[in-house]
Every structure is written in structure tokens, then in C-alpha cells.
């Protein structure tokens, strides 16, 4: 006769939590990315060339476009870290902008706290990531106004801008030809730099 275990009785290892500053000693010394979610270490695909491709593409683009706007905007790749201090986790994005002066949450310039802009490069085990659980986090930043998200399979670009708190404007740009707007800069993209060497 088998003997029935309840369900109570079945222990499942807990996953193990780390503190942002285990978190920032692990990520010093790893050859990979890994962002910092609810207290877990999480591993990031690696990006293939198309989306290297754009990523670096659209952040060239934003830094020429906007030289001789008379602001002082900074970009960043796919290497800087924003963190947000209200959900004490940290992730990566493919490219960012900021305004004027950046601001870090660390004495040692690695926890970016306020980005306008923020951009990723879609890909098919992320891109459902990207849209909701990513973009809720990078809402909680009061610098925060523009979403950029991109294809790399098709041309398709798809903008949100905060045009004011709790309300969000969406624009997609799926023409080669077109421009891609970047309210938060005051700039237009065009669409065929953004997918410049880049096959479908």
C-alpha cells in the first residue's frame, strides 16, 4: 500500500535572496550580465549581432541629431546599469539619454537614477518582458518620459511618451523611409539610420 503525501509536506528550497550590494560584488567579477530582480540574480540573453547592430545605430543617431539643440543630453550603452530606488532593483538597458547631469543612486557612478529615455531592442524570448514588467519598472522614475522598443526582425518602432503623469501617448513607425519622433529630446530618428547594415 502506497502511502498518500500531502501536499503540505512537500518543501520546495526557497530561492535564495541577495542584497544589492551582494548583488553589485557578484556582478564585478561575472563575464556575463545578470539585472537584480526582487532580491534574485537573473542571467541576460546574450544579444546577437542584429540587435548589437540597432542598439548601436539608434544610439549614435540620438547623439548626432541632438549636438546643436543647445542642451546637454548624455547616451549610454547597453553597459550602464539604472536602478530604482523605490523597488531596489537594477536592470539594463540596450541604450539611454539623459538630460543635462547624471544622477547615481552609489558613490561609484554604477546606479544611473534618471534617465528621460530609455530604449530596447526587442527580441523573442524578451520582448514580452520589455513591454510589461521592464516598462513598469522604468515608470517609477520620476525623470522617466520616453520608451523606445524595436524590432529587429521587421522594420517596427514603437515610441511611448509621458505627456504628463498616468498618461501615455503611443506612436509606431513601420516605414523605412519614415522618422522616428523622440518627443523627450526634440528630435527625429530616421528609421533607415536606425536599421542601417541590418538584414530581414
Not at 17 to 38: D, G, M, P, Q, V
Request: hydrophobic letters at 35%; aromatic letters at 12%; charged letters at 30%.
Amino acid at each position: 500500500m502506497t502511502k498518500e503525501v500531502s501536499p503540505k509536506l512537500i518543501l520546495h528550497k526557497p530561492t535564495r535572496k541577495y542584497t544589492l550590494e551582494e548583488y553589485l560584488r557578484k556582478e564585478a567579477n561575472s563575464t556575463h550580465k545578470h539585472e537584480f530582480i526582487n532580491g534574485e540574480i537573473i542571467k541576460m540573453p546574450n544579444a546577437r549581432g542584429p540587435h548589437n547592430l540597432i542598439a548601436m545605430n539608434i544610439a549614435v543617431e540620438m547623439t548626432n541629431t541632438t549636438e546643436n539643440l543647445g542642451k546637454n543630453y548624455l547616451f549610454y550603452g547597453s553597459d550602464q546599469k539604472i536602478y530604482f530606488p523605490s523597488l531596489d532593483e537594477g536592470v539594463y538597458a540596450d541604450a539611454l539619454a539623459v538630460c543635462e547631469k547624471p544622477l547615481f543612486w552609489d558613490n561609484d557612478d554604477l546606479l544611473l537614477i534618471n534617465p528621460i529615455l530609455v530604449v530596447e531592442v526587442l527580441s523573442k524570448s524578451t520582448q514580452k518582458y520589455d513591454r510589461t514588467g521592464k516598462f513598469d519598472r522604468y515608470k517609477t522614475l520620476e525623470s522617466f518620459k520616453e520608451y523606445v522598443m524595436i524590432r529587429q526582425d521587421i522594420c517596427y518602432a514603437e515610441v511611448w511618451y509621458r505627456e504628463r503623469p498616468g498618461l501615455w501617448h503611443e506612436t509606431i513607425v513601420m516605414d523605412i523611409e519614415g522618422k522616428l519622433p523622440l518627443q523627450s529630446l526634440g528630435v527625429e530618428i530616421s528609421m533607415k539610420r536606425i536599421y542601417k547594415n541590418v538584414s530581414f
